[in-house]
């Protein structure tokens, strides 16, 4: 069977809680040991009673055990029942401590049933390091047990006082137990928005959390306005660089980007090299999708002059083309059992590269299809740039003409630039 991220996190992090359980209780037991054996010799004295043999016996038993599971799971070595085991033998040492050592007042009815009340929820929090929700069901478990073969055993605890303890220790299991699956709760959510804010903007991954809107696995049909971009003779422009160069120049400009996208809401579906791909519309459907498409297109060559001059000592100044096309495609987490990737495919997705690669052809910035211009157009909007018709064209794999248009702003700055 596939283990997913998820449960391999949670598997590491049940080792980790495991260590802090067995050193809290290698430590707690061990203080208590050495306090025992120097009371027996009569070195210390820190109670009215003095440990017997029986004390010691329980109390090396306990040190063994503990002493074991600390090197066990130091070791990183970890199954899935090893808490069970453990929880099993704290409160079966617990119980053995509570009905044969000497140092527990049994002959004091209401003190001892408290003592015992403090034990069981003492194993009970020190369970709750773990996270676990089996582990606390069933620490809760042997909570409400524990005490009943005690006082099973000795018979001397009425009716009333036993559905009060049981009554008074069940509120604190439900909540410790509300406590752990809280926790657990918070984590998996914390793991799963740090792995969205890869892709989404993270006032985006907060709105998707608001409407609970799925990212599970699986695909569906939808509308959104692609945006393609890519740099300009980036192979000529990284001979010159050394590797690491290479690698800091493209994480400057594709961080800058990104920046830039995400600021106009749009998710990235991936960085192919020095190219992104970028779809308004999904996760989540607005009415300016394809407004934001192009703002977005025009903001990122005004960010690119930004670039350009950090980066003087370049040839030529860094250019780049960008493509938008809007379209149906099919979107959601697709990909193996082992690897999922939230992105779009469909012929709408090769259009937009296609449209993206005329923009050399044309010696024009940015290039909108037919269907964005509709779109843009739909939706009754005036903005401060201008769209002129530049050509119809058959592209690549397309049996069907499609009206292109340039988009710029009313200086045609950026335009001038990328036709020299």
Same mark, same amino acid.
């Given at each position: 069977?596939?283990i997913?991220?998820v ?5 590491e ?7 802090k359980?067995a050193i ?10 050495i ?10 004295? $820190?109670?009215?009673?003095?440990p %017997?043999i029986?004390t ?14 600390l090197?066990?799971v130091?070791? !990183?070595i970890y199954?899935v029942y090893?808490k069970?085991f453990?929880?099993?033998?704290d409160y079966?040492?617990t119980?053995?401590m509570?009905?044969?050592?000497p140092m527990?007042p049994?002959d004091? =009815?209401?003190v ?7 034990a069981?929820l003492?194993l009970?929090?020190l369970n ?7 582990g ?6 042997l ?11 000795f018979g ?16 604190m ?6 406590i752990?699956t ?5 984590m998996?959510?914390?793991n799963?928005?740090k ?10 991954v ?5 409407q609970? @809107? ?6 569906? !049909? ?6 393609f ?6 192979t ?10 290479v @690698?800091?120049?493209?994480?400057d ?5 990104t920046?830039v996208i995400f600021? %106009? ?11 992104i791909?970028t779809?308004? =519309? ?5 009415d300016?999708d394809a407004?934001r498409?192009?703002r ?8 690119l002059?930004?670039? %350009?001059r950090?980066y003087p000592h370049?040839?030529?100044?860094l250019e780049i ?7 149906? @495609?099919?979107?959601? !987490?697709i990909?193996?059992?082992?690897r999922?990737?939230?992105?779009v495919?469909g012929? !709408?997705v090769?259009?937009?590269?296609r449209i993206?690669?005329?923009?050399? $052809?044309y ?9 964005? $211009? ?5 939706? =009754?909007?005036t903005?401060?740039?201008h769209?002129?018709?530049v050509?119809t064209v058959?592209?690549?794999g ?8 340039e ?6 700055e950026?335009?001038a630039?990328?036709?020299?």
């Amino acid at each position: 069977m596939t283990i997913s991220v998820v449960d391999k996190i949670l598997t590491e992090h049940e080792l980790q809680n495991e260590k802090k359980v067995a050193i809290v209780r290698f430590s707690f037991i061990g203080i208590f040991w050495i306090l025992d054996f120097f009371a027996f010799f009569n070195i210390v004295s $820190y109670s009215k009673t003095t440990p %017997n043999i029986v004390t010691l016996v329980l109390d090396v038993v306990f040190v063994l055990y503990s002493t074991i599971v600390l090197i066990i799971v130091l070791k !990183n070595i970890y199954f899935v029942y090893l808490k069970f085991f453990t929880i099993s033998f704290d409160y079966f040492i617990t119980t053995m401590m509570l009905l044969f050592d000497p140092m527990i007042p049994r002959d004091q =009815g209401p003190v001892f049933y408290w003592i015992a009340l403090i034990a069981v929820l003492f194993l009970f929090l020190l369970n709750l390091l773990r996270y676990s929700r089996s582990g606390t069901i069933y620490a809760g478990i042997l909570s409400l047990l524990s005490p009943l073969g005690i006082s099973i055993y000795f018979g001397n605890i009425s009716a009333t006082d036993l559905i009060s303890y049981f009554i008074a220790l069940s509120v604190m299991l439900i909540i410790g137990y509300s406590i752990t699956t809280s926790n657990k709760k918070m984590m998996i959510e914390a793991n799963t928005k740090k792995m969205m804010e890869r892709y989404l903007p993270h006032q985006l991954v907060g709105e998707l959390y608001k409407q609970n @809107v799925s990212l599970e696995p699986g695909g569906k !049909n939808q509308k959104v306005t692609i945006l393609f971009s890519d740099i300009r003779s980036f192979t000529s422009i990284s001979e010159s660089m050394s590797a690491e160069d290479v @690698v800091s120049f493209l994480n400057d400009y594709l961080s800058r980007m990104t920046d830039v996208i995400f600021s %106009n809401q749009g998710t990235i579906d991936k960085f192919i090299g020095d190219a992104i791909m970028t779809i308004f =519309g999904a996760p989540i459907k607005r009415d300016d999708d394809a407004l934001r498409a192009v703002r977005t297109a025009l903001s990122m060559h005004q960010a690119l002059k930004g670039f %350009n001059r950090k980066y003087p000592h370049l040839k030529k100044p860094l250019e780049i083309g960008i493509g938008i096309h809007t379209g149906d @495609v099919i979107i959601g !987490n697709i990909g193996s059992d082992k690897r999922l990737d939230y992105t779009v495919i469909g012929d !709408n997705v090769n259009l937009t590269s296609r449209i993206e690669g005329l923009t050399q $052809y044309y010696k024009c910035p940015v290039l909108i299809t037919q269907t964005t $211009y509709d779109e843009l157009h739909k939706e =009754g909007i005036t903005d401060s740039f201008h769209i002129r018709e530049v050509d119809t064209v058959i592209v690549k794999g397309k049996s069907k003409s499609i009206r292109i248009y340039e988009v710029m702003y009313f200086d045609n700055e950026d335009t001038a630039a990328f036709a020299s």
